[in-house]
């Protein structure tokens, strides 16, 4: 099960203070998928962020953010949104999953 910790559509978990505690998070997401797929993507904007509960000193973070090209000219291209799976187990953080929706 996952408890919401920030919603930019949702009144009550939108505090944009919130997303600077997790955007370093985020950050490793994303250079995860710049390395595997030989891209410099850069974040745009946070969307939502999900926590699920320990289970035997493992946990997992879930985003759902937005992202451009660095070097894309187009400054009206629209950033793709991504989803992304951090897993926190004792002193190991590892990028499950992150991909393109």
Do not use: C, W
């Not at 997790?22 to 745009?44: G, M």
């Not at 629209?78 to 992150?98: C, D, G, H, M, N």
Request: no cysteine; proline share 3%; aromatic share 14%.
């Amino acid at each position: 099960m996952a408890k919401l910790i920030y919603d930019r559509d949702f009144t009550g978990f939108n505090d944009p203070s919130a997303v600077q505690d997790f955007i370093v998070y985020v950050q490793i997401a994303i250079n995860a998928f710049n390395k595997r797929h030989s891209t410099e993507y850069k974040l745009v904007e946070v969307v939502k962020a999900f926590r699920s509960l320990p289970i035997h000193y493992t946990h997992s973070l879930y985003f759902t953010f937005t992202a451009k090209l660095d070097d894309d000219d187009d400054d009206d291209a629209a950033p793709k949104t991504f989803k992304a799976e951090l897993v926190f187990q004792s002193v190991e953080i590892r990028v499950f999953s992150v991909h393109i929706v």
